[in-house]
């Protein structure tokens, strides 16, 4: 069956960093583009960064940009954010998203929650 796990979530100060997981089935990790969305209180789910199948190409919304970094280990069938200079803005539930539409996949994980706060 096909399951996202994200695990990295918790407290950091402003400042600090962070490296979310995000561990997904072995039979479409290494086929599938993946990409980090997260929602914070009152606000849409909006899309942090993406990466493709390979891990060949990455892209960032522009508020994280070179903060944050998207890769992914094929190998392993886990994508990870590391993300630095965390913001109080940054605070949010971080997802993990798979989506493929010839597959007909559209699969979320249940989120890790990273707060950042002094």
């Known amino acids: 069956q096909v399951q996202l796990v994200e695990s990295g979530g918790g407290l950091v100060q402003p400042g600090g960093s962070l490296r979310l997981s995000c561990a997904a089935s072995a039979f479409i990790f290494s086929f599938t583009p993946m990409s980090w969305y997260r929602q914070a209180p009152g606000k849409e789910r909006e899309l942090v960064a993406s990466?493709?199948?390979?891990?060949?190409?990455?892209n960032y919304a522009d508020s994280v940009k070179g903060r944050f970094t998207i890769s992914r280990d094929n190998a392993r069938n886990t994508m990870y954010l590391q993300m630095n200079s965390l913001k109080p803005e940054d605070t949010a539930v971080y997802y993990c998203h798979a989506y493929r539409t010839d597959w007909g996949l559209d699969k979320w994980g249940q989120g890790t929650l990273v707060t950042v706060s002094s």
């Open positions: 990466i493709t199948s390979s891990g060949g190409s990455t």
